[in-house]
T-cell receptor
Framework: DAKTTQPTSMDCAEGRAANLPCNHS???????VYWYRQIHSQGPQYIIH???NNETNEMASLIITEDRKSSTLILPHATLRDTAVYYC????????????FGTGTSLTVIP | GAVVSQHPSWVICKSGTSVKIECRSL??????MFWYRQFPKQSLMLMAT?????????EQGVEKDKFLINHASLTLSTLTVTSAHPEDSSFYIC???????????FGPGTRLTVT
């Protein structure tokens, strides 16, 4: 079962930062937080992952709270092509690295 | 990032027939692959974990005799939907676990329609 909760949908103005929250209050100490996105009728695309520290790559930044019970994915300058469903996933590490997807957040970037 | 392909990208079959979907890791070896199913406007649901050279592990509620998984090599896993019914119509997606075990790379998905 998914261990994350996310808002169902969000809007963001083009060019502005998109901040997508995720709650994972039951996360265990050695479980990673992953973010993927899925554009309609395609396979999910990896964005970023982290354990404790904040992470940044060319696509996004991941901010994880100190207690690790929540995180935020930040797309610094949203474009229309960032419109997608964003999934926050806690990776199950003790039984085979499975991903259990939650409902995700449908992000719409508005011109 | 690593590339995972699926074949076919879409398939239409008649009720009662079987259909095979292939998942290949193109530029890396994957001892573990995963199969997901996604219905319209829903999230991905993990069906099974496929390990090279051993039997697949199915999630609760997934019929192993209906969804046959074979992972005969380090770059290929197949999912066969046997005796397909219209309710099996769905988007089937595979993923491959990287050697480090930290990343899952997803295929583009296969759209199955059973008439």
């Amino acid at each position: 079962d998914a261990k994350t909760t996310q808002p169902t949908s969000m809007d963001c103005a083009e060019g502005r930062a998109a901040n997508l929250p995720c709650n994972h209050s039951t996360i265990s100490g050695n479980e990673y937080v992953y973010w993927y996105r899925q554009i309609h009728s395609q396979g999910p695309q990896y964005i970023i992952h982290g354990l404790k520290n904040n992470e940044t790559n060319e696509m996004a930044s991941l901010i994880i709270t100190e207690d690790r019970k929540s995180s935020t994915l930040i797309l610094p300058h949203a474009t229309l092509r960032d419109t997608a469903v964003y999934y926050c996933i806690v990776r199950v590490s003790n039984t085979g690295n499975q991903f259990y997807f939650g409902t995700g957040t449908s992000l719409t970037v508005i011109p | 990032g690593a590339v995972v392909s699926q074949h076919p990208s879409w398939v239409i079959c008649k009720s009662g027939t079987s259909v095979k979907i292939e998942c290949r890791s193109l530029d890396f070896q994957a001892t573990t692959m995963f199969w997901y199913r996604q219905f319209p406007k829903q999230s991905l649901m993990l069906m099974a974990t496929s390990n090279e050279g051993s039997k697949a592990t199915y999630e609760q509620g997934v019929e192993k005799d209906k969804f046959l998984i074979n992972h005969a090599s380090l770059t290929l896993s197949t999912l066969t939907v046997t005796s397909a019914h219209p309710e099996d119509s769905s988007f089937y997606i595979c993923s491959a676990l990287s050697g480090s075990g930290y990343e899952q790379y997803f295929g583009p998905g296969t759209r199955l329609t059973v008439t």
